[in-house]
């Protein structure tokens, strides 16, 4: 049985854990606050589910789901998602998050700051443009006419192919927007995290085009 790692607890992280049990997916999933905390989500998930600290969680996943804002100074366990596919779902918000000059400018995206803050592992966006709680009552059999998509971008194609399967099981399609260079086209702002999950995999490919880089002085 394939297991995933959570950092964050949120709602994000949360709906995530949620979504992977009822698949069939082990997961083990870490806050910022300590194991003793997660006693309420963790009886909810059933015995499928366990806490743990970061470091632990990261290393007991096949693979791991970071669910918390990056920080300009890394505080990921790099060492224990080494040679891992890591699933970032940040998005970045100056409100929150505080100007980050290298983002603003263009330069860079958040997802490929996470990406060499994790050097040794291989990591791909995921799950940035859709509403947490839609993750559990949207999705919908292949080939359904009311099937939705949401995308994927990374540098690493066989971290694409592992999203693309976890979206499938989830019960959304994939559209491919790699590399992570061109992740910023799913951003809060952009047609396609404005449309979130209401688009099916044509929209979805049509909205990314319509993406136009917003550079912040």
Known sequence: MTTIGIIG?????????????????????????????????????GPSARAAHARDAAAAGDFAIV?????VVNNMPVE???????????NYMVWRDGNIPIIDSGEKTVHELRQEHLPTSKV???????????????????????????SVSSNYPEAVDLVTRLYDQFGFDTVDNSPLSESWRTGPGQPAWIRHAQQNREELALNLKRARRVVRA
């Not at 992977?20 to 963790?42: D, F």
């Not at 669910?67 to 920080?71: D, M, Y």
């Not at 891992?84 to 940040?90: A, E, G, S």
């Open 9 to 45: 607890a949120g709602e994000v992280g949360s709906q995530l854990a949620r979504a992977a049990v009822s698949v069939g997916y082990t997961v083990v999933i870490a806050n910022s606050r300590g194991p003793g905390t997660l006693e309420g989500l963790v009886a909810e998930l």
């Open 67 to 71: 669910a918390v804002p990056l920080k």
């Open 80 to 90: 224990e998602l080494a040679n891992k596919v890591v699933l970032d779902t940040n």
């Open 124 to 150: 791909a966006k995921a799950f940035t443009h859709i509403q947490a709680p839609r993750l559990l009552t949207s999705g919908r059999p292949a080939g359904a006419p009311d099937r939705l998509a949401l």
